[in-house]
Structures are given as structure tokens and as C-alpha cells.
Nanobody
Framework: VLLVESGGGLVQPGGSLRLTCVVS????????LSWVRQPPGKGLEWVSS?????YYADSVKGRFTISRDNAKNTVYLQMDSLKSEDTGLYYC????????????????WGQGTQVTVSS
């Protein structure tokens, strides 16, 4: 199983980025797909998940949009109105059910893509 994230970078506050995660080696449509981030010097934070529904952490609700394309085995995270506190390493992960911040329930993880929000 392989999860490969891309799309991170340096952006000014108020700007936008779109993260992409391509998944291979599993039956993509069966799984919840999630984005989890790790701010510098801090622990993991759940950001968002998707199955047939979408779920968001309060800190990103209204600013981030998660979507998936089962035909392309791909999950996206559109991030708008970015703030400095959104800075971190963003991971894509799979789970059999909605896992939220129970990080031991995630099956597979990508290597992460760095997002830096700074002027």
C-alpha cells in the first residue's frame, strides 16, 4: 500500500493551497480517507475525513474542503483562508471507520507534505 501526498508549499496568510493524495495497493472506495497534520513541535491533529460524508475539525470548518475521486484513487484537501496556525506537515491516512484523533486506528499513512503559512 502506498499513499503519496503532494501540493504543499509556502503561502501567505489568506492564501490557498490544494493538497492531493494518491493511494495505491488497496480497495480505495472501501476506506475512510483522512488528513492529519503535525504543527512544528506539536503532536498530531486530525483535520478532516471523508467517506460518503465529510467531517471537519472545528479549527478548519468553513475554510477547508475535503473531496475524493474513487475512479482516480485520490483524495484532495482544498485549503482556503489559510492562517499561520495551519502550518505543519500534512499526512494522508486510511481507516476502516471514522477515527478522528484516535490515531492508532489509521491503517496506512503517507510520508507527508509540508505546508507553511507565513508572510
Amino acid at each position: 500500500v502506498l499513499l503519496v501526498e503532494s501540493g504543499g508549499g509556502l503561502v501567505q496568510p489568506g492564501g490557498s493551497l490544494r493538497l492531493t493524495c494518491v493511494v495505491s495497493g488497496l480497495r480505495f472506495s472501501r476506506y475512510y480517507l483522512s488528513w492529519v497534520r503535525q504543527p512544528p513541535g506539536k503532536g498530531l491533529e486530525w483535520v478532516s475525513s471523508i467517506d460518503l460524508n465529510t467531517y471537519y475539525a472545528d479549527s478548519v470548518k468553513g475554510r477547508f474542503t475535503i473531496s475524493r475521486d474513487n475512479a482516480k484513487n485520490t483524495v484532495y484537501l482544498q485549503m482556503d483562508s489559510l492562517k499561520s496556525e495551519d502550518t505543519g506537515l500534512y499526512y494522508c491516512a486510511t481507516s476502516d471507520a471514522l477515527a478522528g484523533e484516535d490515531f492508532q486506528r489509521y491503517n496506512y499513512w503517507g510520508q507527508g507534505t509540508q505546508v507553511t503559512v507565513s508572510s
